[in-house]
């Protein structure tokens, strides 16, 4: 059988290019054969996707579903997002990648709710972020790109007016401020003011802020940047786990490493548009050898 890694399907041997999208289809490894096995018998999931059914669980619940999306900054401007269409299931972690001015930071400013928009349909956790935005604003967090905090603040008192916002009650959110110190390590400096904070410790008390509620969906625009390697070791871990606990993650990032190493599914945009929806588990799972990096510089090219 042969494989197209774009369109996430599988065809006949003698077909050299996908039907769907024109692609150069390419023979699927070995290790297919051990999948397939595992699917005829009703074993796992790493091929679930179109052209390949998998019996199983039941579908997790959607989290995020965007429609259609469309934003320009003025009138007279440009698209800075056209098109956008994606959704998001209990568990995943999908990040958004793209070239600098693509339109990352911009859609997830829209689905954030910090961004109106022209045309098109966000729904989280069951709340249109237009027709119930508080409803909808409670079951996320955020964390910008820019990493803004009140730097009048201590970062106790940060996290507290985060808590505060979020009606978290004091015994919880002190457990929780527990838990997420161990991922963080603050230390003594949570009581310092912010402002004196390096640029690495304030992305630590905006993350810590952003999750004080548990929210079910965690955004975050480029949150490596600016982190040490073990912080940086330490939140991969987290997002793992958080993901495998029933939540979701969404987050833009340059760095191909992590976000092969983290995602479930990549949404590709280029030039405002979305031009591809990569489940990163599944292909690895058919092609352990499979060059990310590679395919990613050959289909974001501005040209």
């Avoid at 110190?181 to 008390?205: C, P």
């Avoid at 092969?260 to 405002?272: E, F, P, S, Y």
């Avoid at 489940?279 to 092609?287: C, G, P, Q, S």
């Amino acid at each position: 059988m042969t494989y197209c890694y774009r369109c996430n399907m599988s065809f006949a041997d003698d077909t050299p290019r996908c039907p769907g999208c024109g692609a150069e289809t390419q023979p699927l490894p070995p290790t297919y054969m051990e999948h397939s096995n595992a699917i005829s018998e009703g074993r796992g999931n790493a091929l679930q996707g179109r052209g390949m059914p998998v019996r199983g669980k039941a579908e997790r619940k959607e989290v995020v579903r965007v429609r259609g999306l469309y934003k320009k900054y003025s009138k007279k401007a440009d698209w800075a997002v056209t098109n956008v269409t994606f959704s998001c299931r209990e568990g995943e972690i999908v990040g958004l990648l793209g070239h600098n001015g693509a339109g990352k930071s911009t859609t997830l400013k829209c689905l954030e709710g910090m961004l109106p928009y022209e045309k098109g349909e966000i729904v989280i956790d069951g709340h249109d972020i237009k027709r119930e935005p508080l409803a909808a604003k409670a079951s996320m967090g955020f964390v910008t790109d820019n990493h803004a905090v009140f730097i009048k603040m201590t970062g106790m008192q940060y996290i507290n007016f985060m808590a505060d916002v979020y009606k978290v009650p004091t015994e919880l959110r002190v457990k929780r401020l527990k838990a997420l110190e161990q991922v963080f390590q603050l230390g003594d400096a949570i009581n310092n003011l912010v402002s004196s904070y390096s640029h690495g410790m304030r992305q630590k008390v905006c993350m810590m802020g952003s999750l004080i509620h548990h929210p079910k969906l965690w955004i975050l625009d480029e949150p490596m940047t600016g982190l040490d390697p073990r912080t940086m070791k330490a939140v991969q871990d987290f997002m793992h786990k958080y993901a495998a606990a029933g939540n979701t993650i969404i987050f833009s990032s340059h760095a191909l490493n992590t976000v092969a190493k983290l995602c479930d599914r990549v949404v590709l945009i280029r030039k405002g548009q979305q031009i591809n929806d990569i489940n990163v588990k599944r292909i690895f799972a058919l092609n352990p050898n499979f060059d990310f990096e590679e395919y990613f510089l050959k289909n974001e090219r501005q040209d």
